[in-house]
């Protein structure tokens, strides 16, 4: 089954900045309306950042003007470059999307197993 795969989590000072990926963990024909979630610990998972069928970029408010969610439809990959990190932007942060997996076959959505950022005061 054809999952989606984070990376480009780390260790940062805050105020820097780090850029995350999210791929296909298999090749696929398309990746539609991609959303990055985080939960820190002890907190319910929340969503950051992410672009609906039509385009559009929504934003929880405590990140917007810091991050930018993006998707290369010609790699089949979206991002989320996250600016003027923030401790309390520390979590592990989740890729959803819906894919296609071959262009007879129907959209599904499915998750990442998360990444860990770690912004440190």
């Known amino acids: 089954q054809v999952q989606l795969v984070e990376s480009g989590g780390g260790l940062v000072h805050s105020g820097g900045s780090l850029r995350l990926s999210c791929a296909a963990s298999a090749s696929i024909a398309k990746m539609d309306a991609p959303g990055w979630y985080r939960q820190a610990p002890g907190k319910q998972r929340e969503l950051v950042a992410a672009?609906?069928?039509?385009?559009?970029?929504n934003y929880v408010d405590s990140v917007k003007g810091r991050f930018t969610v993006s998707i290369d439809n010609r790699k089949r990959t979206a991002y989320l470059q996250m600016n003027s990190l923030k401790p309390e932007d520390t979590a592990v942060y989740y890729c959803?999307?819906?894919?296609?997996?071959?262009?007879?076959?129907?959209?599904?959505?499915?998750w990442g197993q998360g990444t860990l950022v770690t912004v440190s005061s």
């Open positions: 959803n999307a819906r894919i296609l997996r071959d262009p007879f076959d129907r959209f599904v959505e499915v």
């Open positions: 672009i609906t069928s039509d385009g559009s970029a």
